[in-house]
T-cell receptor, first 116, second 112 residues
Framework: GAGVSQTPSNKVTEKGKYVELRCDPISGHTALYWYRQSLGQGPEFLIYFQGTGAADDSGLPNDRFFAVRPEGSVSTLKIQRTERGDSAVYLC??????????????FGPGTRLTVL | DAKTTQPTSMDCAEGRAANLPCNHSTISGNEYVYWYRQIHSQGPQYIIHGLKNNETNEMASLIITEDRKSSTLILPHATLRDTAVYYCIVRVAGTNAGKSTFGDGTTLTVKP
């Protein structure tokens, strides 16, 4: 079956512009996570959805970052007034809402954002 | 979530076992140990997880110490394609599982 997909795979934008990054989770997965990863570092948590609602947005760095998941499947990460420091790979992961062992996160390939 | 510490890098000869250690001395009773790996330019890939018993699947084995303060991921017969960054994470499982807190992982290089 299809895995987590993210579009675009690469995005180049200019400082100050607005960008949207899209994540299509695995069908039926209720949990969805956004992370960002800078070169040479591990992924850094941004926000986590359980269904349509943000269960934990403690990782969003400031109010320029916002994410939505209006129908409980596809999610969009929105970044306003982009800065060069926002350049990173943005990773999305999904997870089924089940107890016990089957709680691993399935990651997409990421969107590489470059802010010039 | 509890934090983990891992060596920055390790080498392993092709065909030999790769043993990757992880310390998680502040792990809570309801936290599992998860291992992921990330091959260059790809998203992290789940490998295995466990609570307190040793676990084995088709990819690897996970050995957790009795006090749960450390664990070892074992790749029994490493291949060149196992070259990757390996992340050890401790995380609550179950229906209310939340974020994963990644460190910088161990870069494993498998050499011919």
């Amino acid at each position: 079956g299809a895995g987590v997909s993210q579009t675009p795979s690469n995005k180049v934008t200019e400082k100050g512009k607005y960008v949207e990054l899209r994540c299509d989770p695995i069908s039926g997965h209720t949990a969805l996570y956004w992370y960002r990863q800078s070169l040479g570092q591990g992924p850094e948590f941004l926000i986590y959805f359980q269904g349509t609602g943000a269960a934990d947005d403690s990782g969003l760095p400031n109010d320029r970052f916002f994410a939505v998941r209006p129908e409980g499947s596809v999610s969009t990460l929105k970044i306003q007034r982009t800065e060069r420091g926002d350049s990173a790979v943005y990773l999305c992961a999904s997870s089924p809402r089940t107890s016990g062992r089957y709680n691993e996160q399935f990651f997409g390939p990421g969107t590489r954002l470059t802010v010039l | 979530d509890a934090k983990t510490t891992q060596p920055t890098s390790m080498d392993c000869a092709e065909g030999r076992a790769a043993n990757l250690p992880c310390n998680h001395s502040t792990i809570s009773g309801n936290e599992y140990v998860y291992w992921y790996r990330q091959i260059h330019s790809q998203g992290p890939q789940y490998i295995i997880h466990g609570l307190k018993n040793n676990e084995t699947n088709e990819m690897a084995s996970l050995i957790i110490t009795e006090d749960r303060k450390s664990s070892t991921l074992i790749l029994p017969h490493a291949t060149l394609r196992d070259t990757a960054v390996y992340y050890c994470i401790v995380r609550v499982a179950g229906t209310n599982a939340g974020k994963s807190t990644f460190g910088d992982g161990t870069t494993l290089t498998v050499k011919p």
